[in-house]
């Protein structure tokens, strides 16, 4: 079956970088577009970003856009979050995701979702 298993997650001061990796088995990455998504507590779920099967197109949300950066390893079937400039507002825990098209942007596009890493981000 399809497994996401994210890691990298932690806790780091303001300011400060993390890079959280989602390791994919059980689907053909290739073919796979991938996503992270986070939720704070009391919040709902918000789109980080996502990128394309073959890594060429990526989008990002607005709160993150310029600070995070998604990469993937189709050799290696991970996708990775590069987070810079950490501020606390982006505390959360964060969930990797695949999605059957190659692309996609809308979170119900989605199929199957990771168990999640928490990311705390202390000011």
């Known amino acids: 079956q399809v497994q996401l298993l994210e890691s990298g997650g932690g806790l780091v001061q303001a300011g400060g970088s993390l890079r959280l990796s989602c390791a994919a088995s059980g689907l053909t990455f290739s073919n796979t577009g ?4 986070r939720q704070a507590p009391g919040k709902e779920r918000e789109s980080v970003g996502g990128i394309s099967n073959n890594g ?8 993150v856009k310029g600070r995070f950066t998604i990469s993937r390893d189709n050799a290696k079937n991970t996708v990775s979050l590069q987070m810079n400039s950490l501020k606390p507002e982006d505390t959360a825990v964060y ?8 692309y996609a942007i ?4 989605y199929t199957y979702w990771g168990q999640g890493t928490q990311v705390t981000v202390s000011s």
Request: glycine share 8%; aromatic share 24%; hydrophobic share 30%.
């Open 34 to 37: 991938m996503g992270w998504f």
């Open 56 to 63: 060429r197109y990526t989008y990002y949300g607005e709160s």
């Open 95 to 102: 969930y990797c995701a695949a999605s059957p098209r190659s």
């Open 106 to 109: 809308v979170s119900s596009l």
